[in-house]
């Protein structure tokens, strides 16, 4: 079959594909906004949303930028430089390891294991919110990941296999 004769035009398209992709664009906006606020609100203008999310996600680990970078989603950034910047400010150490020098181990500093403490305790807030303020109960939220993550998987395999 032609190229052109498996294209469906933008027309037939579903809508609600289409809806979804921009809503799942605009939440990791929105996410990041909510950590902004978080982080003005708590005095630590030094850092970016994106920076005190890898902080986040380092949490009490010992990793490699590497698996630091397969943990999350980090729009329009680059994690090399931002480690480097959080390095720089004093949120993350970094070592490089006996055993490879190439391989760089990092780590979250006191100021680092502050800040990721009070992102935690935001995330804990804002669980507790869902239902009450949000209207999401438990059951919602089970069945959104579950979709979520088919449709990680489905964007996985289009790559993987080229669908």
Known sequence: MALAESLVSAAETRADYLELLQRVERLHRQLLD??????????????????????YNIGDQVLTAGELKTRGHYLGSNV???????????????ERSES??????ISLTKAGLDVSEHLQ???VR???AL?????????????????????????????????
């Not at 090399?80 to 970094?94: E, H």
């Not at 490879?100 to 181990?105: E, G, L, P």
């Not at 939220?141 to 990680?152: D, P």
């Open 34 to 55: 909510v950590v902004k606020d978080e982080l003005d609100r708590g005095r630590l203008r030094d850092l970016t949303s994106v920076q005190a999310l890898l902080i």
């Open 100 to 105: 490879d020098r190439r391989t760089v181990r």
């Open 131 to 163: 239902e009450p303020s949000g209207g999401l109960n438990t059951e919602t939220v089970e069945a959104t990941n579950v979709a979520l993550e088919r449709l990680e998987r489905f964007w996985a395999d289009h790559i993987r296999f080229r669908l």
């Open 80 to 94: 090399s430089y931002n480690l480097k910047k959080l390095v720089d400010l004093g949120f993350v150490s970094q």
């Open 126 to 128: 804002q669980s507790v």
């Open 121 to 123: 305790a935001l995330f």
